[in-house]
């Protein structure tokens, strides 16, 4: 049977409508496999042998809520697979996928779409050539121009996997994520897209591009792996970061990047290139602006280096004979650090640099392209302006410090130039350097302070200037000896004061300058001028100037003078020249010099005048004075003595610290009016010397024509009353560690008085002693049994011993005086007269004689009974001689005697030696006690009692046993010994044995005071001490007296002493007796103590008063035959000193003898300017005034007022002086002594 098409159509339908309603295919459906819902034709054909269904028109499958549309599809009876044609949609709740054709797997649930293919969703839609849809797993994959956008986003790739489930995407090829919002686009290989949280991560060669939409410029931004957020438009590229945009150029390990806000952050090691400035810092932030504009900032260790090529002069290598420079290429660096940094850029070109925060630049400074030196500057912000890619500007803020280094072939200055200022600023083409606000540049040993100081370094010249707004009276500030004043240019040169003015000129090349309205000082001299010429490093010119050393603005005194030359360190001319007091013009000169050298420095000494009764009139101190170098000078200085002549003085000195110091002085008269052509004169060497750590060597030699000489010539009282004069050289060495030591000495003493005739003829006196030489070598203090153990000792190892050797050798020259009587005959007129003619012989004898001795002593302190110190000791001696006497005897074993009843000696030259010993023993222990009374802040006392007991014996030397000692029989029979070392090198030998018993008792009291919860102090109260002996060889008296001594010092400003002395001993008929007595007496007596007080201190200082005889102080010249002027006044406001001193004799009870003396000293300052001193002396048993002097000084400011005067006693006068302060103007006085008045030094 043959069924037309409508038949088919209708079976086809009923069928379908069956199937509809069949339970199994509600099961199918609910099951979720695929199934044929509608087709407008069903057919069967057959493929490759293989038999396929095809449904045409308006075809309809579904798979649970999936419905799948086509116009033709071919599939297996099975539906295991399916080929979707023409207008493919499928479609379910969530998505649509549209295609050109589409194979579905059943059992994979897979649809693989091609041609045309769109996946749409509810948030997104994808593209692709050709599409893998897993319906079940909601897995799409876009293969060739896939593309997957949103509203927000495009991701275009060659392949893309979506997954809704993960609402993730991942993209592989050539793929790019573009943000619409902000116009950005990621390229990677590799690309993993979260969906869900907008989050991004790009792999395999990714980069970042975004676009300037108003100039097209391209920022690019590559690294291994770029990440990032779409909702929040931030981006993070890490590893091998590297951004590019126009000129720029940077990388880093890490770059975090916000589109909408143009910001790159720059993290690990990064570094930035714009043009030739390469910047670092710890973290870099970029923002990138509209119009190509761009910000570079750097947080914190910033650092900035632009390379820059320059031509440097150098001397030429082939041709090294000639001064001909070459120019080299050289590629330098210039650096900028800061804390931070910024960078501007305008145009791809950067405008502006700014460091901030203890910033600091190197930069070198060229002159077309030539090098001219590196500039170095540091401060707390320091900008640096561009134009044209070049510096133009650098601008540094806030404690601004500099220093220019010139090449050293460049021309123009040669030394570094070292600068600071609140403000610096740059002009680089200008070739200018401004420096405002406190402004200080130092040049060589020159420098400039002032408000502004702007720097030409085309010509070198510094030009000056002061704050224009402030008056200059304003803001000047002198600070002691400165003339540093705030805001005016001040110029300093080393070892000259400042010259100050209103504004000043300085060229670097020739080191002149000009200064207007200009102040400098000199010493203690100030000098002023209209203007101020510097003509070189020494000399200046001033115009309309004055000279004062008065520190006023408006001065008490000056010299006036319109023309001036300055000659540092040396003198100042002027001329004409006026002196003007309290502006009153008192005399005129046509010129005037002054000197103005600081600290030692050669001239001459003015002299002195005055007048004594034994000298007459007289000028002293007038001279040479040389400074020859920093370590040593010489002064040479003549006197004249109206009464005795000339006196020549000369002192040399010498000083190096830390190594030797000393003077060689000397003096010399030719003759004197009242003695014929006798040449007269003395030499003083001293000498210091350190010749190592361990050895030094000092000198003193004094040497004399005569006797006579310093109580002649000086009028020094302690020169004329000098008895003898001392010489030595003396060489010391010590060994450290060991104690050891060893000096050598040379010395001579000369008596002044061995040839004055007193007492009874013949006479004879020591004139000079000499000991040429003496050493001693002395081994210190060691253990005689040492143990290695030192935490246990024996008491064996307490055992000390030590060693010495000295020896010299000795010169005696002594001088006799004697008379002899020559009778004789003379012829008065023709007649003859007998008469005696006595005359005085004054001869010398020369002794010599020579001893070595040797010391040995043995002590060992011991601890017995835990609380007493026993110390035995043993003293050894041994003495060498090769002179000495042996007394004459006869064959009746008696002495022989001279004529005057001495016994006669015969002097042995042969060796000797006396060995003698000591041996004794201390013991001593410590008592305290301590109560504490209840007395406001005194807390507790303490006594510690120290007694000692002490016993000595040394032998009897003058016995048959030791042999030294000669025995014989006197004139009377009796027997005798003499010493044969009597008058020897080593004088007598002790001849009597000695055994004394010494005590004493100690006693200290201290206090502990309170002043506060926990701060205490202790404190001193007094002290009482007991000695006294026992000797037990004295035959008679063997207790000595006993000694007693109260001390206390506690009370601050005072002291007070008691000392008494007690005999045992009964007084009878005149004399001590033999008689004990239990109750001692009192034989002496003494109580001293003073008193000090003072008041608060003032204003008045003792260095504000210049003495008096400053010119003769031991500082300028010799000063052994100088008037010897009182000391000034202390600073106190006023202070007192008042001692008492009371002394008892009473060792004849019958015949007593007592002293009281009364002492004070007055010093106070009835004002700030006055200062006023009163000393007396008073013997209170006499009731008289020993001696007292009125002193009074007032400060003149510049000038000054002193009055000394003595009313009576040997001393009595007065001496009145008005002078200027000023050493250098020191002839500027008016003094009297002795009534005559003396003006302006004359």
């Known amino acids: 049977m043959i069924l037309t098409n409508s038949a088919k ?6 069928l379908g409508i069956l199937l509809l309603f069949n339970p199994l295919h509600a099961q199918n459906r609910s099951r979720g496999v695929l199934e044929l819902i509608h087709a407008d034709e069903l057919t069967t054909i057959r493929i490759k042998g293989k038999q396929y269904r095809k449904a045409s028109g308006d075809v309809l499958f579904r798979r649970g809520d999936t419905e799948m549309r086509s116009d033709f599809v071919e599939f297996l009876p099975n539906l295991n697979w399916a ?134 410029d ?153 090098l001219q030196g590196l500039n170095k500057v540091s401060g707390d912000t320091i900008i640096i302006g561009f134009l044209d890619n070049e510096i133009r500007t650098i601008l ?33 083409p200008g070739k200018t350097t401004l420096l405002k606000n406190k402004s200080t540049l130092k040049y060589q040993d020159v420098t400039l302070n002032a408000a502004e100081i702007n720097v030409n370094w085309t010509t070198s010249i510094l030009t000056a200037k002061s704050h224009s707004s402030i008056a200059p009276d304003s803001i000047r500030e002198i600070t002691g000896d400165s003339l540093l004043t705030i805001g005016l240019p001040e110029l300093i040169q080393k070892g000259s004061n400042p010259v100050t003015g209103t504004e000043m000129e300085y060229d670097l090349i020739t080191k002149r300058g000009k200064i207007k309205s200009g102040k400098t000082k000199f010493e203690d001299g100030y000098y002023t001028g209209e203007t101020i010429l510097r003509l070189g490093p020494d000399l200046m010119a001033v115009s309309d100037g004055f000279y004062t050393t008065c520190d006023l603005d408006h001065p008490h005194f000056f010299f006036k003078s319109k023309q001036m030359k300055l000659m540092i360190n040396n003198k100042v001319i002027a001329r004409p020249i006026i002196l003007y007091i309290s502006d009153v ?46 370590y040593h000078d010489a002064t040479l200085i003549v006197d004249f003595l109206d009464k005795r002549g000339l006196l020549f003085r000369g002192t040399s000195k010498y000083k190096k610290r830390y190594s030797l110091d000393g003077n060689l002085s000397g003096s010399l008269t030719p003759r004197s009016f009242d003695d014929n052509n006798s040449r007269r004169w003395d030499l003083n060497w001293n000498h210091r010397q ?84 003496s050493f001693n070598f002395r081994v210190g203090r060691k253990q005689l049994f040492k143990s290695s153990n030192t935490d246990d000792q024996r008491w064996f190892n307490s055992i000390y011993y030590s060693y010495s050797n000295n020896g010299n050798r000795k010169r005696l020259i002594t001088t006799i005086i004697d008379t002899i009587h020559i009778d004789t005959t003379i012829i008065d ?27 040995i002593n043995l002590n060992s302190p011991q601890k ?40 006669l000696k015969v002097q042995r030259k042969s060796f000797k030696t006396r060995r003698t010993f000591s041996t004794g023993i201390n013991i001593s222990t410590k008592l305290y006690g301590n109560f504490t009374p209840d007395a406001g802040q005194l807390s507790s006392v303490r006594h510690v009692m120290t007694p000692s007991v002490s016993y000595r014996f040394t032998p009897d030397f003058s016995s048959d046993t030791y042999g030294y000692f000669a025995n014989g029989l006197t004139s009377s029979g009796k027997d005798s010994t003499i010493d044969y070392f009597a008058g020897s090198a080593i004088g007598t030998t002790p001849s009597r044995s000695t055994k004394i018993l010494t005590y004493s008792v100690k006693n200290t009291f201290q206090a502990k005071l309170n002043e506060g919860e926990e701060n205490e102090s202790k404190l001193e109260l007094f002290s009482l001490n007991f000695n006294g002996s026992y000797n037990y060889n004295a035959e008679v008296r063997p207790m000595k007296p006993l000694s007693a001594s109260l001390r206390t010092r506690f009370i601050p400003g005072s002291n007070f002493d008691i000392s008494t002395k007690y005999d045992f001993y009964k007084w009878r008929d005149g004399g001590v007796s033999e008689e004990f007595i239990s109750k001692p007496r009192l034989t002496s007596f003494s109580i001293r103590t003073s008193f000090s007080l003072r008041g608060e201190s003032t204003v008045i200082r003792d260095d504000q008063f210049t003495d008096a005889t400053d010119e003769y102080s031991s500082e300028n010249i010799d000063n052994r035959f100088d008037y010897v002027d009182l000391s000034g006044l202390s600073g106190e406001e006023w202070s007192s000193k008042i001692s008492l001193s009371y002394t008892l004799n009473k060792s004849d009870p019958d015949n007593p003898s007592k002293s009281f003396w009364f002492r004070g000293d007055l010093k106070f300052n009835p004002t700030k300017d006055w200062a006023v001193g009163y000393n007396y002396n008073l013997d209170l048993i006499k009731k008289t005034i020993t001696n007292h002097s009125v002193n009074i000084r007032r400060d003149l400011h510049c000038w000054q007022f002193s009055l000394n005067w003595t009313p009576s006693g040997p001393g009595a006068g007065y001496f009145l002086l008005i002078n200027v302060k000023s050493f250098n103007l020191k002839d500027l006085k008016i003094e009297e002594r002795g009534g005559r008045s003396s003006l302006f030094g004359r």
Not at 9 to 14: F, G, R
Not at 608 to 617: A, F, V, W
Not at 875 to 895: A, F, G, L
């Open 9 to 14: 159509l209708t079976i086809l339908s009923s």
């Open 83 to 216: 080929k979707f044609r023409g207008g493919v949609v499928i479609t379910d709740p969530n998505r649509k996928l549209t295609s050109s054709m589409v194979i579905y797997r059943t059992k994979e649930d897979l649809a693989i779409a091609y041609g045309n293919v769109v996946l749409t969703n509810l948030e997104n839609r994808m593209y692709a050539d050709s599409l893998y849809f897993y319906r079940k797993d909601k897995i799409s994959i876009g293969m060739g121009n896939a593309k997957l956008f949103s509203k927000d986003y495009e991701i275009y790739s060659d392949l893309i996997r979506y997954d809704e489930l993960n609402n993730s995407a991942k993209a592989t090829g050539n793929s790019i994520l573009l943000d619409i919002q902000e116009k950005t686009e990621l390229h990677a290989n590799i690309m993993d897209y979260f969906i869900g949280i907008d989050s991004v991560v790009a792999i395999s060669e990714p980069f970042l591009t975004k676009v300037d939409s108003a100039t097209g």
């Open 218 to 370: 391209t920022l690019f931004i590559r690294s291994e792996t770029i990440s990032g957020n779409t909702a929040s438009a931030i981006y993070y590229a890490r590893d091998s970061v590297k951004i590019d945009y126009l000129n720029l150029h940077a990388e880093s390990q890490v770059a975090v990047y916000s589109p909408s806000t143009g910001i790159i952050t720059l993290l690990e090691d990064p570094f930035v290139i714009q043009g030739e400035e390469k910047l670092t810092g710890d973290k870099i932030l970029m923002l990138l602006e509209d119009q190509g504009a761009t910000q570079i900032y750097v947080p914190s260790n910033a650092k900035t280096e632009s390379r820059q090529t320059v031509y440097v002069k150098r001397p030429s290598i082939a041709d090294t004979t000639s001064d001909v420079l070459v120019s080299e290429r050289k590629r330098v660096i210039n650096r900028l650090n800061g804390n931070t940094l910024r960078m501007y850029i305008e145009g791809n070109q950067v405008t502006r640099i700014v460091a901030g925060g203890m910033a600091s630049s190197d930069y070198f400074m060229t002159e077309d392209s030539i």
């Open 396 to 428: 540094v803020m806030g404690g601004a410090i500099g220093e220019f280094h010139p090449d050293k072939y460049a021309q123009g200055t040669d030394t570094t130039i070292n600068y600071k200022s609140g403000t610096i600023f740059y002009d680089i």
């Open 585 to 630: 013009p008192l005399f005129a000169l046509p010129f005037g010099i002054f000197p103005n050298k600081g600290g030692r420095h050669s001239g001459l000494l003015l002299p002195s005048y005055g007048e004594t009764s034994r000298d007459g009139r007289y000028l002293r101190g007038g001279g040479l004075y040389w400074a020859g170098s920093k």
């Open 690 to 773: 350190t010749v190592s750590p361990t050895m030094n060597f000092n000198g003193r030699i004094r040497l004399v024509s005569d006797e006579r000489f310093y109580n002649d010539l000086s009028s020094n009282r302690n020169s004329r009353l000098e008895q003898q004069l001392l010489s030595n050289l003396t060489i010391a060495k010590k060994w450290d560690g060991s104690g050891n030591a060893l000096s050598l000495n040379l010395s001579r003493t000369e008596n002044l008085q061995s040839k004055n005739i007193s007492g009874n003829l013949p006479n004879s006196n020591l004139r000079v002693s000499e000991v040429l030489p």
């Open 829 to 855: 007129n023709g007649v003859s007269l007998d008469t005696t003619i006595i005359d005085t012989i004054i001869t010398e004898e020369v002794d010599i004689n020579q001893q070595l001795t040797h010391s």
């Open 864 to 903: 017995v009974f835990k609380y007493f110190s026993l110390n035995p000791n043993i003293s050894y001696n041994e003495k060498w001689i090769d002179e000495w006497n042996e007394p004459q005897i006869d064959e009746n074993e008696r002495y022989l005697y001279d004529d005057n009843g001495e016994v």
